[in-house]
Each structure stands twice: as C-alpha cells, then as structure tokens.
C-alpha cells in the first residue's frame, strides 16, 4: 500500500503545474525568446537574402559572398567559442548577451555601410562572435539557473524564437528594401536587433540582474 501511495504522489507531483513559473522566470524565457529572435533568427535567414545584391552591386562572386558565413564559423567557433563559455562562467549569461546583442547589432549596421570585401568578412567576422557571445549559449546558462523541472520546456519556447525569426525577418527585408534600399534596411536591421535584444535583457527585474550574476 505504501509503495502505491508513493508512486501515486511522484505521478501526481509530476503532473502538478511547476512553481517555478512565475512573473520572473516568464520574464527570463520571453528575454531568451527575444534575442534568439534577434540574434539567431536574423542571422541565419536575414543575411542570405541579402547576397544578390552585393553580387550586384560590388561584383563579387557569389562564392565570395557565400563564404563569409564559413569563413566566420571556421574562425570564430573554435577560437571564441571555448572562451566564451570561461566569460559566461566568469561574469554571468546577462553581460555576454548585452555584449553578443551589441555587437550582432554593430555587425550588420557595418554590413549595410561596405564598400570592399575585406570589410564585409570582418563585419561578418563580428557577427559571428556576436552569435556565439549573445545566442544560445548564455540563453541555456540563464534557463538553466531558473528552471529545473521545466527546463526544457523554457528552453522549447526560447528557441521558437529562431524559427519565427527566421520566417519574420525575409518578409521584413523585402519591405525595407523596397522602400529605403538593401543598404539602410540591413542598417536599419542592426538597429532594431540591438534595440530589441537590449531592452529584452535590461528590462528584468533586480531578481534577475542579482540571479544571473
């Protein structure tokens, strides 16, 4: 009987709604939402949209243009990546996504404003680094410190941020483009994904900036 009770309990506390949603942890996954909105979705699908008209009007190839993306990832992964794991640990998952958010945000405001390959590598380079400091993996360091029963559905929802971002951000181009150029609408891009990323982050509560410290 006793070994039914107990069993009885566990499925019961299992099914029980967590406690550890509150205003504060939903604070937390809407910020994670955002800025893997901002940082991932934007760059994995907003880029590419752009390439043709660099191909257009700089004349590069379109393998030149394709390579930034490998090139950053070759360098910036095994260079940063471990080392951005050491800052997490270091200063908390809050300062590196303030840090990644701002420079995605630089990234592609310089992308809009280039002139020579050599620039667009860099600022791609920038981007990148931008990922890896302010993307997933402080966004998986602060869930973690909130959640424990529900963790993963903090972090399911976070990361539909990268799907609808990704299905945002081409629509959003086209629009921009139409009306101010693809070179203000990839500045005008980096603007909006600072912005938003930043506000996400700094609009937690004090429990927040104390917890992820």
């Not at 994995?44 to 190839?61: A, H, I, K, S």
């Not at 404003?113 to 380079?125: D, H, N, Q, R, V």
Request: hydrophobic share 50%.
């Amino acid at each position: 009987m006793q070994e039914a009770s107990n069993s009885a309990n566990f499925i019961a506390a299992d099914l029980a709604p967590p406690a550890e949603w509150n205003r504060g942890s939903f604070q937390v996954t809407a910020a994670a939402f955002t800025v893997l909105f901002c940082i991932v979705g934007m760059a994995l699908w907003g880029l590419p949209f752009y390439y043709d008209f660099m191909v257009q009007q700089f004349g590069w190839t379109r393998g030149q243009v394709t390579s930034g993306n490998a090139l950053s990832k070759l360098v910036v992964g095994p260079l940063f990546g471990f080392f951005a794991g050491w800052m997490v640990d270091r200063f908390g998952p809050r300062r590196l996504m303030l840090a990644g958010i701002l420079m995605a945000g630089a990234a592609l405001i310089g992308l809009g404003s280039i002139s020579t390959l050599g620039m667009f590598y860099f600022f791609y380079m920038l981007n990148a680094l931008g990922y890896v400091c302010g993307g997933p993996l402080p966004s998986q360091v602060l869930l973690s410190r909130w959640f424990e029963r529900s963790r993963g559905k903090a972090m399911g929802f976070a990361y539909l941020g990268i799907g609808l971002g990704g299905a945002a951000v081409p629509w959003i181009s086209h629009t921009l483009v139409q009306h101010f150029g693809w070179q203000a609408a990839l500045r005008a891009l980096g603007f909006l994904r600072a912005a938003a990323g930043e506000k996400a982050v700094s609009r937690e509560n004090e429990r927040l900036a104390r917890c992820a410290r």
